[in-house]
């Protein structure tokens, strides 16, 4: 599973080499302050993602829909976050995790955190 983490006012979603190989890219990261929500989805949009720009899986890489794009990273039989963001670059990002209600709610914290804290001149 890919490595999503959020340090040093970052949302950063690390691959490892299987998984680069098959998304098209090595990692991604967001300002934590560009975040507007994260949900948990159980399945439903899986079929859902749009076209496939990048990757050489299905339901891995880039997808465009509509004038959004979303980065993928979703293996079956897992739920996934989706993490709605304000970036130039992405409209969401969607990363398949065994525990990712954990990992929402962990993402949610420090994202909040991140929110909250003034900026420094």
Same mark, same amino acid.
Do not use: C
């Given at each position: 599973?890919?490595? *999503? ?7 950063? *979603? ?6 680069? %190989?098959?998304?098209?890219? +090595? ?10 929500? %994260? !949900? ?7 079929? +859902? !993602? ?11 890489? #880039? ?16 739920? #996934? %976050? ?11 990002? %969607?990363?398949?995790?065994?525990? #990712? +209600?954990?990992? #929402?709610?962990?993402?949610? !914290?420090? *994202?909040? +955190?991140?929110?909250?804290?003034? !900026?420094?001149?």
């Amino acid at each position: 599973m890919p490595k *999503v983490f959020a340090q040093d006012g970052l949302l950063t *979603v690390e691959l490892r080499l299987s998984e680069r %190989i098959k998304a098209g890219r +090595k990692s991604l990261s967001v300002e934590l302050w560009r975040v507007k929500f %994260i !949900l948990v989805d159980e399945g439903e949009r899986r079929n +859902k !993602l749009g076209t496939q720009q990048e990757g050489r899986s299905s339901h891995t890489g #880039a997808f465009m829909r509509r004038g959004e794009r979303s980065f993928v990273y979703w293996p079956k039989r897992t739920p #996934a %976050i989706t993490i709605q963001v304000l970036d130039p670059s992405w409209s969401e990002i %969607i990363i398949g995790d065994e525990n #990712a +209600k954990e990992l #929402a709610s962990a993402l949610r !914290l420090e *994202v909040a +955190k991140a929110k909250s804290e003034p !900026l420094a001149n």
